[in-house]
């Protein structure tokens, strides 16, 4: 997986990863994606060699709906996916919202709201398209991920406090323990 049709390809041959991605298309959300680890897991358990998927500390869907910003509609898309696909980690955040847990301005929709995700690494989305066939945005390209470099999104490198949330999750993930040729930038 060294490029984008690769990390496409293989989104495709993946039936579990298909499933996940028909489940949350079929709640309707408008501007929906399935983020972050998602993606990145799948490319960087390729790049390793791995046979068996490393498991996810959740499936992050999101999407983005100015209209309609209760938490507990979060909840209640989360368990109709339980619904679909029973002992999943679901996690559905409406980022027209999200914005507000790093204090910063408003996101202009979910891809702006990815491009602000802590490392370029993890800044990724995929869904189906209207005519089903997948898509992938990554706004700060796919070259940390293909090269398992982990370093702070732009937003995060000018500011210290949001550098602080980055230095957190890097503890947190664990990330090189999990795929040890990932190089981490020190914070």
């Not at 984008?4 to 990863?17: A, N, P, V």
């Not at 500011?159 to 947190?172: F, K, T």
Request: charged residues 30%.
């Amino acid at each position: 997986m060294e490029n984008r049709d690769e990390i496409l390809k293989g989104i495709e041959e993946d039936e579990w990863m298909m499933e996940v991605l028909h489940s949350a298309e079929s709640l309707q959300l408008p501007d929906w994606w399935v983020c972050a680890g998602f993606v990145r897991s799948k490319v960087w358990d390729y790049l390793h060699d791995y046979t068996k998927r490393t498991p996810l500390g959740d499936i992050d869907v999101i999407y983005y709906d100015e209209k309609d910003l209760d938490e507990e509609l979060e909840k209640k898309y989360e368990h109709r996916l339980s619904g679909l696909m029973p002992g999943l980690p679901w996690s559905v955040k409406n980022q027209a919202r999200m914005h507000k847990v790093n204090d910063l301005p408003p996101y202009r929709s979910s891809v702006d709201a990815i491009s602000q995700f802590p490392e370029t690494a993890t800044a990724l989305g995929v869904k189906l398209d209207e005519r089903g066939e997948l898509e992938l945005t990554a706004p700060h390209g796919l070259g940390d991920l293909i090269g398992m470099k982990v370093i702070p999104a732009p937003a995060f490198e000018k500011d210290e406090r949001l550098m602080s949330v980055y230095r957190q999750r890097l503890e947190s993930k664990n990330w090189m323990k999990k795929w040890p040729k990932v190089e981490v930038a020190a914070p």
